[in-house]
């Protein structure tokens, strides 16, 4: 076959390559109908085309200037067939569109106002329903307000009778109780009446033999009490000494005196202590008791003296009215009282303590310290409830509190002691 056979033959395939595609794509676009025509079409040209191509194959070593003829007429002619043919399919899918888009637009225009009438229908709609709403709930409102004073009514009615119903019960079970109480004291009246009946029957023969017993006791027990009325007035003269004794400052100094003294006496020997004893050289104040204790030796101006004894200085005091207002303060449980007069008695208590220790202290002619007896055991007892003050009155003062009992131990003490020498 001759080249240029085979340049038609490239450009038939090539154009019919063309037409299917172009056809493919109107049929993607305009439909199945229009493709379906457009695709017969294309394949009557495709059979004639490639008759026509078998009959100038076998034809072409014979008739090669013929076909060269033939081909550029039929060429020609193709060329114009393929010319009006795209024209026609050109102006088909024109048409075509134009009518899509007339389609399109009717119906978007139908659309938009189908929208439209749905919208203005909904928002119809939306306000009947509103409106039917509001409606409902007001009537809701006033069926509820009604529902409630009905109920008011009813409940006010109920509480009424109610009330009225609790009022008569209270009444009966009043008017019960009280007839129960009456019944109640009647009949423990009756038996308080035989009670007694009985009682007074046994007490009376009971009271004639013990009456008769009694009389004979308060004879016996008159007699003793002629006995103890010497006695009484014996006792009545000594309290009323004590008295004196107690409310008299000095008398009362005394009484703590003669207290110590008799302890003195008691538990030591005469020799053993001594009475208004000056313990310090060279002073005038006098200690009312001093306990002589074995010497140690005083260094004088001419040197040692030996055999001097040392004085345990033991002082006496009372300090009644602070005491007694404290007392008095306990027993009314008054406690700003009590509070005042504590502090009144231990500011007492620390000035005697320091005169003691000025006037009777004065190592080492004395101890290096001294007591203060308290003549009662409730006041010893009370200074010693007092938070630190027997410390402070051992360290600052050098003085030792002592009570009757705490003196009577410190006294068997030096006795023993004395008994060791």
Not at 196 to 214: C, I, N, P
Not at 284 to 293: D, S, T
Not at 363 to 382: N, S, V
Request: charged residues 25%; hydrophobic residues 40%; contains cysteine.
């Amino acid at each position: 076959m001759s080249e240029l056979a085979v340049m038609s033959l490239a450009l038939i395939a090539l154009a019919i390559a063309f037409v299917a595609t172009l056809f493919a794509l109107l049929r993607a676009r305009h439909g199945h109908d229009d493709g379906e025509a457009a695709l017969e079409a294309l394949d009557q040209l495709s059979d004639r085309l490639a008759a026509s191509t078998d009959t100038q194959a076998r034809a072409a070593e014979r008739v090669e200037r013929e076909l060269r003829n033939e081909m550029a007429r039929t060429a020609q002619a193709s060329r114009s067939e393929f010319g009006s043919g795209f024209a026609q399919v050109q102006q088909a899918l024109a048409a075509q569109l134009a009518s899509i888009a007339t389609v399109q637009n009717s119906q978007i225009d139908g659309f938009a106002q189908q929208l439209a009438k749905l919208t203005a229908t909904n928002t119809q709609q939306f306000d009947t329903v509103r409106q039917s709403l509001h409606q409902q709930a007001q009537q809701a409102r006033d069926e509820q307000g009604a529902a409630l004073r009905h109920f008011g009514t009813l409940l006010t009615q109920q509480l009424a009778q109610l009330t009225e119903v609790n009022d008569r019960r209270f009444a009966e079970v009043r008017a019960t109780l009280e007839q129960r109480l009456k019944d109640i004291e009647a009949n423990n009246a009756a038996k308080l009446e035989e009670m007694r009946r009985t009682v007074d029957e046994k007490l009376h023969a009971t009271l004639e033999q013990r009456l008769g017993e009694s009389f004979k006791l308060v004879s016996d027990r008159l007699e003793q009490v002629h006995r103890g009325l010497g006695e009484m007035q014996t006792l009545a003269a000594g309290v009323g000494d004590l008295k004196r004794v107690l409310t008299n400052v000095k008398t009362r100094g005394t009484w703590g005196e003669v207290q110590l003294e008799a302890l003195l006496e008691q538990m030591l020997t005469p020799d053993q202590y001594a009475k208004n004893v000056a313990t310090v050289p060279k002073s005038n104040e006098r200690v009312e008791f001093a306990i002589r204790l074995p010497g140690r030796g005083v260094t004088g101006g001419s040197g040692t003296e030996q055999g001097e004894p040392v004085w345990l200085p033991i002082d006496a005091k009372f300090p009644r009215e602070d005491y007694e207002r404290l007392i008095d303060a306990q027993e009314r449980a008054d406690v700003p009282a009590i509070e005042e007069a504590g502090r009144a008695l231990e500011l007492r208590i620390r000035a005697e303590a320091r005169s003691i220790a000025e006037k009777y202290v004065a190592p080492p002619h004395t101890t290096d310290f001294a007591l203060l007896f308290l003549p009662t055991e409730g006041l010893y007892a009370e200074v010693l409830r007092r938070p630190g003050l027997t410390d402070v009155l051992q360290r600052d003062c050098r003085v030792s509190v002592a009570g009757p009992t705490t003196l009577t131990a410190l006294l068997n003490s030096l006795q023993m002691g004395f008994r060791t020498l």
